[in-house]
């Protein structure tokens, strides 16, 4: 291997550095304007450390607002989404490398080809069908909806898994006596559990940050979710933004959490997915 020149290495650490701070910034400013008593944050020039931090706009969310429902909801729907998602992808992908399936590839590619569809396209479809049923202003009707759009990728991502490991581990958890399914469930799914984690991620994502369906299927206020709860928070006239930051920081810190614990999974199922797709 050839070490890199001073320069070289100066000037890399420095660009990382650069685009750090461009990242790390936006989420700097939320917290900061979340942790501002009100007559602060008009200030000019702003101040990008207050000495008078305070929690009262975090306070005013959990106490005032009912803005532990809207979190509530959320987390309902996101995991109802996930989970529903990942156990359909991995039956319908296992049945896909595992069974002699005419026309299997061409219907891969459909599935993805439905990814491609507009979502605005199919909000009166929905909607009618959700009011039809009787679903609206439910978190069936939102879990539902999102993992019909999670689901054609989610597929996608563990047909490559399931091709990467060796029909003859099936053929001998069978022979050993294992039933179809119980060698799915004992043998398999462990060694796709990087691709599982990795749907699981990407669905629980597009759950949780959506906002078009949720404004559409939903009309009861008890029924928001945090994307609308923080859309709501913007009025006509006047917005608290040391509230509404504090609720995009209270939103925002579970997905940066989750992404931080399972981002290596999420990298390893696409570079699967794309090779052996």
Not at 221 to 246: C, D, H, T
């Amino acid at each position: 291997m050839t070490r890199r020149p001073p320069m070289a290495s100066a000037a890399l650490a420095l660009a990382l550095g650069l685009a750090a701070a461009v990242t790390v910034f936006p989420f700097y400013w939320m917290l900061n304007t979340s942790l501002k008593p009100p007559h602060e944050v008009f200030l000019s020039p702003p101040a990008f450390a207050s000495e008078n931090w305070t929690l009262a706009a975090y306070d005013t969310l959990l106490r005032v607002r009912p803005f532990g429902r809207y979190f509530l909801n959320s987390l309902v729907v996101s995991a109802g989404s996930t989970l529903l998602s990942v156990v359909l992808a991995a039956l319908a992908a296992y049945g896909f490398t595992r069974f002699h399936i005419r026309g299997a590839g061409a219907l891969v590619v459909f599935l993805l080809f439905t990814k491609m569809l507009p979502e605005t396209l199919l909000i009166i479809p929905y909607f009618r069908l959700m009011s039809e049923l009787g679903l609206l202003n439910t978190h069936f009707a939102l879990i539902l909806a999102y993992s019909s759009f999670a689901l054609p990728f989610s597929v996608w991502i563990l047909i490559g898994f399931f091709r990467s490991i060796p029909r003859e581990i099936d053929e001998a958890a069978i022979v050993d006596g294992a039933s179809r399914l119980s060698a799915f469930f004992r043998v398999i799914l462990p060694l796709a559990r990087p691709g599982l984690v990795a749907v699981a991620l990407f669905t629980f994502l597009i759950s949780w940050n959506a906002y078009v369906w949720a404004l559409v299927l939903t009309t009861d206020p008890s029924m928001f979710v945090l994307s609308v709860s923080i859309a709501n928070m913007v009025g006509e006239y006047r917005v608290q933004w040391n509230e509404l930051m504090a609720a995009a920081m209270i939103a925002a810190a579970p997905v940066m959490v989750l992404y931080a614990l399972l981002e290596r999974h999420l990298v390893s199922a696409i570079t699967a997915g794309a090779v052996e797709g």
